[in-house]
């Protein structure tokens, strides 16, 4: 059994800043890239859990939702135990009930203030983070708000090792299952009882690379669902930049030392995505 990862832990003020207890413990998220966030008092995280449980319902009207491509709608992969209902913010309106889309909305100010500190300590000037970021630090960019399910229906990993493409994964996990690699070795991410998981994302590296803190894109995994606990439950938001658009790589001191577009970066991440066992 891997050992258990103990992981920094931050909160959101009244400012709607993002504040850990200590400027070590910001620095070693930074490093992994990945803490828990106190859940807000304003986050109605339970309904939004029993509106994802629904879902298993063979009834359910949203396991009718139209899939859009291969990334939205309600999807079972066929490659782990993963089964989703996922839709980007421009669809939440129309699908989900009026409730949970201002839930994810909610998850937008979340983002926002992880995204807004990832900036702030990078030294990255004020006035150049909506342009670094394809909008999303001020209210543009993409987001995906997806419901999934895990179940031993089929015998592969829940969800293989991976690192997120996008800026900020926000993650409910009510269950064990989620691993992050650190030296070769998979640890386990325990559930903390009030708090979200959050992850940096392959696109919030890219963006910071050249400032003077940089973040880490954690390679994560699920383990497979066990027999004796059949179904787990999970709530995943995706802070991404907009899947059409270009971002932009600046230092400290405000020049503009590289960029990319979305699609490109996408690509190649895709092209180099490390084969695992």
């Known amino acids: 059994m891997n050992p258990d990862m103990s992981l920094p832990t931050a909160s959101i003020d009244e400012a709607q800043r993002l504040i850990f207890k200590t400027s070590q413990d910001q620095d070693l998220a930074w ?14 995280l339970e309904e939004a859990r029993h509106f994802g449980r629904d879902i ?21 992969l066929e490659n ?8 980007r913010r421009h669809r939440w309106d129309d699908h989900y009930p009026a409730e949970i889309a201002q839930f994810g909305r909610q998850l937008d100010d ?6 807004r500190e990832v900036f702030r300590k990078s030294g990255i000037p004020e006035y150049l983070w909506t342009d670094a970021s394809g909008g999303y630090s001020s209210g543009q960019g993409t987001a995906f708000l997806n419901f ?8 592969d990993l829940g969800l293989r090792p991976h690192t997120d493409y996008g800026f900020v994964t926000i993650l409910d996990a009510t269950s064990p299952g989620l691993q992050i690699e650190l030296c070769g070795q998979f640890h386990n991410v325990p559930v903390l009882d009030a ?11 890219f963006i910071t690379q050249h400032s003077n803190r ?22 995943v938001y995706f802070a991404n930049p907009d899947l059409n658009g270009a971002l932009k790589q600046f230092n400290a001191q405000g020049r503009e030392v590289g960029s990319s577009s979305v699609a490109d970066l996408f690509a190649k991440l895709e092209k180099n995505l490390t084969t695992y066992g």
Request: negative net charge; hydrophobic residues 40%; glycine residues 6%.
């Open 148 to 155: 999934v399910h895990y179940d031993t229906s089929q015998s």
């Open 214 to 235: 940089s973040v880490t894109a954690i390679v994560h995994r699920v383990t497979s669902q066990a027999a004796s606990n059949p179904v787990r439950h999970g709530i």
């Open 56 to 76: 298993l319902d063979s009834e359910s009207p949203y396991r009718n939702i139209p899939q859009y491509g291969e990334l939205e709608g309600f999807i079972a």
């Open 110 to 115: 979340i983002g926002r203030v992880v995204i």
């Open 195 to 205: 708090h979200l998981v959050i992850n940096f994302g392959e696109a919030l590296n």
């Open 80 to 87: 782990n135990q993963q089964t989703k209902l996922a839709l």
């Open 31 to 44: 490093e992994l890239g990945v803490f828990y966030l106190k859940v807000p008092d304003w986050l109605d």
